[in-house]
Structures are given as structure tokens and as C-alpha cells.
């Protein structure tokens, strides 16, 4: 493969390392192919010879991370049939970044023995398919990652329902019935950083892990949406912050739609109640991002500091 | 500026090291900052790179040393609190919009940077600019990245061998 011409003047021989991205080993590729969406990591293969494989060597996985073609758009067909071929195709799982924003969890099993250190994950279920299935899926493969560090998880009930609150009663999801204890968080239960951005269906999920008590015993940083905070209802809230002993930061980020949700609480907003919980002792800061501050709600947090993002 | 628990064992003022680049031009700044090279940390942490000696880097020349220790000195105060997870937001931002505009720079020296940052195992740093060179990349067609990323323009038998590979990758290009 003939290399950009090497006879420019005026640069140091030391640089000439560095000038054309052929002469770089392929760790380096691998990974500035890591930060791709997989669609435009795979098709980097047809560059030259030396790039056939490197694809699939790449440090990072994104799943549906193309600007154009918002999760829930395009052709469901094509995409599993794309999805399918990568995954038979790609090999090494050791993967310090996975992304998925995904409509359809179904390939979630394919990742079982991948390791990441940094997950995010999106589900998005096509209109007719549960989100349940994946629910499902995930578990197997999140408690086969030790090596996760940050995880970021939201679930969205449905592409068509932009009300959460409803439909609730014909969720046929029930915690009960799954044979794993803890379905989803003690998968995460390892974490350093946690975010988990709930919808009233998923939180049943959550709801059902919770009552196995899973241990967050290196979890620092904890980001939660509105969902979690439902006045008179705190105990999923108050049930994370008692097994998370050495929890740093707590943010509540009351508009998990973006910063122009505008969500409307009523009722006490009272983290410790009357029966207190037992927090972390290592927690110096609760961040409340929120729209508006009414003057009339009030946090308290042992050793509060307060901020409000705008 | 702090420089707590980064291998420096002083107390008071904050301890430098010499950096010497492949073009022998020297670089005295903070430990804490040039320790944010997974490969110095340790010659650091030994006690090196001080007084009137310095520690050679024979693969960096002065002008893509003096750009690494320029991202080095800005990010060191936040690796020192461990991540920061009591950053503010403010800060974050800022750093945030250094990043972006450290990387808005030649071609040439973006190259020069990834190696420098992979032979010092700059970790912040690696991903910073390979982060940059994805987004160059992305959305474009083969010929546009090959055009982008300095290849030459194909020879007719290496665009025959990229049609064929196309058509069979035809499931990635739908």
C-alpha cells in the first residue's frame, strides 16, 4: 500500500511518524474505530486491505448511534439482517465501550460474554414487541460484565406512548415470575456510576429487583429521573441509597425527556421521611437538576449541598 | 495550582520535572501534569526526571510535546481529584470546550498528537483525538474517508478489489 508522500518539507523527522494514519499500529485504528457508529466501522473495511479486519477488532460497539435515523425510525428488517451479520461476523468482545440504542433487544443475547467497561444502554421497542423480552435478555449479559465501570440504562416503554403513566395495568411483565432473583441491577450492582432512566413501566422491573436488595457496594455516582422520586413514594429511592454504601453523588434530573420537559410534582419531596434510611456516609452531594425551583420545596440531605442546574 | 497524591513527594510547592523532546528542546512542568502519562508515572513516581536531568523522549518533537503538555497542565487538576465527582458543572464545561478547541487543528499534527498520546499513554488524551478522527470519519463514503484520511487515490486494480469487497458487504452499505 503506497503511503502518503513521505517528501513534505519542513517537518521534523520525529513527526513523520505520525503523518499518515496507514503507519499507525492498529491498536490506535481499533480504536478511533471504537468511537463509530458500527454501521461506518464496518464499512471502513473497503478502505485497503489492512482495514478488511480491523472493524472488528474495534474497542467500542454502537448500536443505532447514526445522527440521522433517530432509534424507532427505518426499516426494522434491514437492520436486524445488518445487526445479525455483524455480530456473526465480529469478534472480539473485550470492549471498553458499548452504546446501544436499540428498538429491538433481541440481539442482546449475542453480547453475552462481552466485557465493557462503559455501557450505555437504550431500548426502544418496535410498536407490537414487548419490552419485556428484552428485559429479559439483558440480565444474562450484564451480570457477565466485571469489568463495567459506568452503565447507563433507560428503558422506554414505547415509541408511540409518550405518556408514561398509562397502560400501566396491561404491562404483563411480573417480577415474580422471572427464575433470577434480581433480573437487572444485581447485574449492575459492581458499578462505580449508575444512571438509570426509568419509565413508570420499567420501573416494575426495577420495582421487583429491589426487593432482592441488591448490594451497589462500589457505586459513587447515582443518576436518577423523575420516576424515581414519585411523591409518597420514595422507597425504591430510599431502598438504592441504603445499599449503597459509599455513594459520592446522587443527581436527580427531574426531566428525563430534556431539558424542556417540564414536569410537575406534587406532594413532599422529603428524601429522609419519617422513618430514616441509612445513607451512605461518603455522600457530599445531591445535585437536583430541575426547570423551575419552587421555593416551596425543600431538600434535606445529612451532609447537603445543593445545586440546581438550570 | 494543587498537586496532591501525584507522586510528588514534597511537601509545599509543587514539583517539576524536565522533559526533554527528540529535537532536545527541554519542558519543565508540574509532575503532577506530565503524570498523566501512564508512561512517565512511574520514572516520576521513582524520583526522575528532576534537577538538571530529564527525562529524553526520542519519539516526540518539541512542537507535539508542547501541545500534550498543554492538554496535560489543563486536565491534571481534575485527574488529581480522581475523576472529580464533585466537578461542577462549570468546570466541566470548560474543560469540555478546551477539548474541542485543543483538537481543531492540522491534519499533520492531529497525527503527530495520536502517537504521542499512544506512545505516553495519555489515556484522556487517546481518546480525545481518536474521538476526532472518528468524526471525521463518519457518515462519509469509502473514497470520501480515504480522501479525508490522506490516502492516495486509488490504482485501478485497488478500486476493482474495493467494488468487489463492496458487493460483498453489500449487507453493510443498505
Known amino acids: ?310 | 495550582m494543587a498537586a496532591p497524591e501525584s507522586g510528588d513527594g514534597n511537601n509545599g510547592a509543587a514539583r517539576m520535572v524536565t522533559l526533554i523532546s527528540s529535537d532536545n528542546t527541554r519542558f519543565e512542568v508540574e509532575a503532577a501534569a506530565a503524570s498523566l502519562s501512564q508512561t512517565l508515572q512511574l520514572t516520576i513516581l521513582d524520583g526522575g526526571g528532576g534537577g538538571g536531568d530529564g527525562i529524553p523522549l526520542p519519539n516526540v518533537d518539541s512542537a507535539t510535546l508542547s501541545k500534550v503538555l498543554e492538554y496535560c497542565i489543563k486536565h491534571a487538576p481534575a485527574a488529581a481529584n480522581g475523576g472529580a465527582p464533585n466537578a461542577t458543572a462549570v468546570d466541566r464545561a470548560e474543560l469540555e470546550r478546551f477539548d474541542n478547541e485543543f483538537v481543531n487543528i492540522d491534519q499533520s499534527v492531529l497525527y503527530s498528537l495520536i502517537m504521542a498520546a499512544h506512545n505516553l499513554e495519555i489515556e484522556g488524551l487517546q481518546s480525545l483525538v481518536a474521538k476526532k478522527v472518528a468524526d471525521m470519519i463518519k457518515g462519509k463514503s469509502p473514497m470520501e474517508i480515504r480522501r479525508t484520511l490522506g490516502f492516495p487515490d486509488p490504482t485501478p486494480e485497488e478500486q476493482a478489489e474495493m467494488n468487489a469487497h463492496m458487493l460483498e458487504y453489500g449487507w453493510a452499505y443498505e
Open chain 1, 1 to 310: 500500500m503506497p503511503l502518503e508522500d513521505q517528501g513534505k518539507k519542513g517537518v521534523p523527522p520525529a513527526c513523520s511518524s505520525g503523518r499518515s494514519i496507514d503507519v499507525m499500529p492498529d491498536v490506535i485504528l481499533e480504536h478511533i474505530l471504537g468511537f463509530l457508529p458500527a454501521e461506518d466501522a464496518v464499512r471502513t473495511s473497503v478502505l485497503a486491505p489492512r482495514w478488511r479486519h480491523l472493524w472488528k477488532s474495534a474497542t467500542g460497539l454502537r448500536i443505532g448511534c447514526r445522527d440521522r435515523g433517530e432509534a424507532g425510525t427505518g426499516p426494522v428488517k434491514e437492520y436486524r439482517k445488518f445487526l445479525h451479520r455483524l455480530f456473526l461476523l465480529r469478534g472480539g468482545w473485550s470492549l471498553e465501550t458499548c452504546e446501544i440504542r436499540a428498538r429491538i433487544g433481541e440481539f442482546f443475547s449475542h453480547l453475552r460474554g462481552a466485557t465493557a467497561e462503559l455501557l450505555y444502554l437504550a431500548s426502544y421497542p418496535v410498536q407490537g414487541q414487548g419490552t419485556q423480552d428484552d428485559m429479559m435478555l439483558l440480565p444474562p449479559m450484564l451480570q457477565n460484565m466485571p469489568s463495567l465501570v459506568e452503565a447507563f440504562i433507560r428503558l422506554v416503554r414505547s415509541t408511540t406512548c409518550k405518556c408514561y403513566s398509562c397502560q400501566l395495568s396491561d404491562s404483563s411483565y411480573n417480577a415474580d415470575s422471572s427464575d433470577t432473583n434480581s433480573v437487572l441491577l444485581n447485574g449492575l450492582s459492581q458499578d462505580k456510576s449508575l444512571t438509570l432512566i426509568s419509565t413508570y413501566y420499567s420501573l416494575i422491573v426495577f420495582k421487583g429487583d429491589l426487593r432482592w436488595c441488591p448490594i451497589f457496594s462500589n457505586l459513587k455516582t447515582l443518576l436518577l429521573n423523575e420516576h424515581w422520586c414519585v411523591p409518597d413514594d420514595f422507597d425504591e429511592l430510599a431502598c438504592i441509597l441504603e445499599h449503597s454504601p459509599v455513594l459520592e453523588k446522587l443527581t436527580l434530573q427531574l426531566f428525563s425527556e430534556g431539558p424542556k420537559h417540564n414536569v410537575e410534582m406534587k406532594g413532599g419531596f422529603s428524601l429522609m421521611g419519617p422513618s430514616t434510611i441509612i445513607i451512605s456516609e461518603h455522600l457530599d452531594i445531591v445535585e437536583i437538576k430541575c426547570g423551575v425551583v419552587d421555593e416551596r420545596v425543600s431538600v434535606s440531605a445529612r451532609h447537603g449541598e445543593i445545586q440546581a442546574a438550570e
